[in-house]
């Protein structure tokens, strides 16, 4: 009697031994079934900030008469700005910058002037529409005897969209979302289910002009890496 319980005990553990043999080759197996997808969340958004400098200039040889021209077509610009809208607040006047032509020691060449004098007025403002509005009529400072002069590059009209932190939490949902899709139709495909995330990595947000046409249209971009585990 004594025999056959010890038989069947060695056998129940010969059975139990087996089952945690499979279900830890299954396991073993199943570790390295996994899924890498990337989730893509995209937005085109209107900008939000726009920063605006308007650059003149005076040129001649007498340098207190060039202060005096130069402070009074700051004026004419600062006019026109108030006077369409632009806060104090949102206008600031660089010192002039005085360039001396007779200080170039390597350039022989014959000059009509002395001084080239440049001041720079700059908008920095939240309200990009009414900005633009201005900027399109700019030409209006011509009848004023005040002629805009192009700064050259880096120097040009630059927009910004300062307000994505806001829609940071959502996009990264969006891109998730997208990610799991994606891995949920490959493990349709390989007659596999989704499981756990195993990694998941945010990515860079990017915002980039949408066109060269239309800078003040912002595309906000945001790719995220997941890493699924795989079951049956």
Do not use: H
């Amino acid at each position: 009697m004594n025999r056959i319980w010890e038989s069947a005990i060695i056998a129940a553990g010969i059975v139990i031994l087996g089952l945690c043999i499979k279900s830890g080759f299954d396991n073993f197996t199943n570790k390295d079934r996994k899924v890498t997808v990337k989730g893509l969340a995209e937005k085109e958004v209107a900008a939000d900030k726009v920063t605006w400098p308007i650059l003149t200039k005076e040129l001649g040889d007498n340098l207190p008469e060039l202060y005096t021209r130069i402070n009074a077509t700051t004026a004419k610009v600062k006019s026109f700005l108030t006077q369409n809208g632009i806060k104090e607040s949102e206008i600031s006047v660089n010192a002039p910058v005085v360039i001396d032509l007779n200080a170039d020691q390597y350039s022989m060449a014959k000059r009509n002037y002395r001084y080239n004098i440049t001041s720079t007025v700059t908008v920095t403002s939240r309200n990009v529409k009414l900005v633009r509005s201005i900027i399109a009529r700019q030409g209006e400072l011509l009848k004023q005897g005040v002629a805009v002069v192009d700064g050259g590059y880096g120097s040009g009209v630059s927009y910004e969209y300062v307000s994505f932190q806001q829609m940071k939490p959502k996009m990264m949902q969006e891109a998730i979302k997208n990610a799991e899709q994606t891995a949920a139709q490959f493990a349709e495909n390989s007659n596999s289910k989704l499981d756990k995330i195993m990694t998941a990595d945010q990515g860079q947000f990017s915002i980039d002009d949408r066109d060269s046409n239309t800078p003040y249209i912002k595309k906000v971009r945001v790719v995220t890496t997941v890493t699924y585990s795989l079951k049956d």
